[in-house]
């Protein structure tokens, strides 16, 4: 089945209504959706919850007083099914969005899905504007819901800091080490390297969120309905802001850095680390300060580095060495697949910093002696049409990678194909990519102070 065939079959995706209890001092949230099509009515169920471990500590009860802070996490989780099959309208039931709202949605369905709009060639028949139509249903007696907006008053202080495992958590776990006492890390359906990094950290308690999805959702997708990259960051960024309201916290403190910014396809907005960019990043901020509270901040601390950059400081956090992973193929079983790009993309930036022995111990293998891997690499160093479609650093940034490591490494297969193609003389010179960054002042200080003490650039 094609986006055309698909769309024509299935006319709405209807986001029903969302509830709450507590349950086990645990937060259990659920949301209700229908796809809707021709000759069948397809419901999902999909749910979130929270709970605390350790000496975190966590007020549950306000819940009730958060509704809005739901309801959009409800919004942000209907992208996972809606792209089943995009039908034309997606129908609101259980809550309001003005018509700025609907523009910053319509933007964030667009530009999160770059990557699927591309892979699934639909990249010339669908627009910002026309890709999805967000509709307000009317209540029963014929009325909009409630249009007015309510910003929440909330108590804050300190930061929660999402965890994923890999090297640049990591760093922002380290930078901001001297305020332990009033950060809360938090993960989401973590891996093992996530709390494995935390217990490095020395933390005794963090917030954890896990996701359910629909089983139906899967089936669809093994069946032939489209399927493909979600913003994952964007989900993220609204399931940590309720948590951050549920332990009282002020910043989020995120790990994404400048590097994030550069387009997959190179000469297109198409951008697989979208949701992680300095743009979704300001509008984000925005949204949850016009339309939530005040009272959360929501920035990366690692927003002014180039990827390079954070895995030099990272080469000196040994102590993590054997614990972190950034690989999502081996998430299940907490290994370095060392066969996908991220793998291949973390051990180049590495090999500049970090000794070759160490790092083959890291990773179970020299990857830079595995020529198989030549095809990914060829993209990582912007030979070809498209960078990796994963979370990876610039061109830039690799090749500079690599001739740092042309210079401390030895010979290795990849790198003697790189002098061979004369990658030496590819330009090594730093993307200007969206310069800014949203970092309060106390934790670019704090930044600063960790660049100095390594003498990092």
């Not at 891997?373 to 070809?384: A, C, R, V």
């Given at each position: 089945?094609?986006?055309n065939?698909?769309?024509e079959?299935f006319?709405?995706?209807h ?11 645990t937060?259990e949230?659920?949301f ?5 099509g021709?000759n ?7 749910k979130?919850s929270?709970y605390?471990?350790?000496n975190a500590?966590?007020d549950?009860?306000q ?5 809005a802070?739901?309801?959009h ?9 809606w ?11 259980c809550?309001y969005l003005?018509e700025?709202?609907?523009k910053w949605?319509?933007k ?6 770059g990557e699927?709009?591309y892979?699934?060639h639909?990249?010339?028949i669908?627009?910002?504007e026309?890709f999805v ?10 009325q909009l819901?409630d249009?007015?907006i309510?910003l929440?008053m909330l ?9 994923g495992g890999?090297?640049?958590?990591v760093v922002?776990?380290?930078?901001l080490?001297?305020?332990s006492q009033?950060?809360?890390?938090f993960?989401m ?11 490095v950290?020395?933390?005794k ?5 896990k996701r ?6 899967i089936k669809?997708?093994?069946e032939g309905?489209?399927?493909?990259h979600v ?6 960024a609204?399931?940590a802001t309720?948590?951050a309201?549920l332990v ?5 403190a995120l790990s994404?850095?400048?590097s ?5 396809v190179i000469?297109?907005t ?6 992680k960019?300095?743009?979704?990043e ?5 949204y949850i300060?016009t339309?939530?509270t005040k009272?959360i ?6 927003r002014p580095?180039?990827?390079?950059q ?5 080469s ?7 614990s972190?992973r ?7 079983t907490?290994?370095w697949?060392?066969v996908?790009?991220?793998c ?11 000794k070759r022995?160490?790092?083959i111990k890291q990773?179970g293998k020299?990857?830079?002696e ?13 030979i070809k ?8 650093g610039t061109i830039?940034?690799v090749?500079?990678a690599?001739?740092?490591?042309l ?13 061979s193609?004369d990658g ?7 993307t200007?990519?969206?310069e800014?960054?949203?970092v309060?002042k106390g934790h ?8 100095k003490r390594?003498?990092?650039?």
């Amino acid at each position: 089945m094609d986006y055309n065939q698909l769309k024509e079959e299935f006319q709405s995706f209807h986001y029903d209504s969302y509830t709450y209890q507590i349950k086990n001092q645990t937060l259990e949230l659920c949301f209700n959706y229908r796809l809707i099509g021709t000759n069948q009515e397809i419901p999902f169920i999909h749910k979130v919850s929270y709970y605390a471990k350790g000496n975190a500590e966590v007020d549950l009860n306000q819940i009730s007083s958060l509704e809005a802070f739901v309801f959009h996490i409800g919004m942000v989780e209907t992208i996972n099914y809606w792209k089943l099959a995009c039908p034309n309208d997606l129908v609101i039931h259980c809550g309001y969005l003005n018509e700025s709202q609907v523009k910053w949605w319509k933007k964030l369905y667009y530009h999160g899905l770059g990557e699927f709009i591309y892979l699934n060639h639909i990249s010339q028949i669908v627009t910002e504007e026309n890709f999805v139509n967000i509709v307000n249903e009317k209540t029963s007696d014929g009325q909009l819901p409630d249009t007015s907006i309510h910003l929440h008053m909330l108590s804050t202080s300190g930061n929660l800091i999402p965890i994923g495992g890999g090297k640049d958590s990591v760093v922002t776990l380290e930078v901001l080490s001297g305020d332990s006492q009033d950060n809360i890390p938090f993960v989401m359906s973590p891996p093992v390297a996530a709390y494995d990094c935390i217990e490095v950290a020395e933390y005794k308690g963090y917030l954890e969120a896990k996701r359910i999805f629909d089983k139906q959702m899967i089936k669809m997708n093994d069946e032939g309905f489209l399927n493909g990259h979600v913003p994952f960051s964007s989900i993220l960024a609204f399931i940590a802001t309720l948590g951050a309201a549920l332990v009282n916290k002020r910043y989020i403190a995120l790990s994404n850095e400048r590097s994030a910014n550069e387009p997959s396809v190179i000469g297109t907005t198409f951008n697989h680390q979208y949701s992680k960019s300095f743009e979704f990043e300001e509008d984000f901020d925005y949204y949850i300060r016009t339309y939530l509270t005040k009272d959360i901040t929501y920035f990366s601390l690692l927003r002014p580095l180039y990827e390079i950059q954070i895995g030099e400081l990272f080469s000196h956090y040994t102590k993590y060495h054997q614990s972190y992973r950034s690989c999502n193929r081996g998430k299940s079983t907490n290994e370095w697949c060392g066969v996908c790009a991220k793998c291949l993309f973390v051990y180049i930036i590495l090999s500049a910093y970090v000794k070759r022995d160490e790092l083959i111990k890291q990773f179970g293998k020299d990857l830079l002696e595995d020529i198989q891997l030549q095809p990914i690499f060829d993209e990582l160093i912007g030979i070809k049409e498209t960078k990796p479609f994963e979370c990876v650093g610039t061109i830039w940034e690799v090749r500079h990678a690599l001739n740092l490591a042309l210079d401390r490494y030895g010979q290795a297969k990849l790198l003697t194909y790189y002098q061979s193609i004369d990658g030496t003389k590819m330009q090594d010179q730093p993307t200007e990519y969206e310069e800014g960054d949203l970092v309060p002042k106390g934790h670019l200080e704090l930044l600063k102070r960790e660049l100095k003490r390594f003498e990092i650039l």
